[in-house]
Nanobody, 123 residues
């Protein structure tokens, strides 16, 4: 499985961006997640969505502002980010997890990772 994240960029606070992650290879049944890593900080969980799309989970800091979705026919997952804040500045990674949804926030449960896309929010 290969993952390719895109859609990052520079945006002013209060603005929006939509990240995309294209998957190649077999991702049937996989949880798809987004993580981010800010300079000098550890990588952290952002959002995850189950294969069916029924189960979705967000980190507290993005709840109500970010929306994760997926299109299994296109093998794609998206992260709509609204009301962006400077503290959202980070490299954003998409990842694929073959395990149960209870592991959705656990970085080590994800087998495959994209290369990351930079999101910079100016104040």
């Amino acid at each position: 499985v290969q993952l390719q994240a895109s859609g990052g960029g520079l945006v002013q606070a209060g603005g929006y961006l939509r990240l995309s992650c294209a998957a190649s290879g077999r991702t049937f049944g996989y949880i798809m997640g987004w993580f981010r890593q800010a300079p000098g900080k550890e990588r952290e969980f952002v959002a995850a969505i189950s294969w069916s799309g029924v189960s979705i989970y967000y980190a507290d800091g993005v709840k109500g502002r970010f929306t994760i979705s997926r299109d299994n026919a296109k093998q794609a997952v998206y992260l709509q980010m609204n009301s962006l804040k400077p503290e959202d500045t980070a490299v954003y990674y998409c990842a694929a997890n073959p395990m149960q949804f209870g592991t959705a926030t656990k970085e080590n449960a994800y087998d495959y990772w994209g290369q990351g896309t930079q999101v910079t929010v100016s104040s």
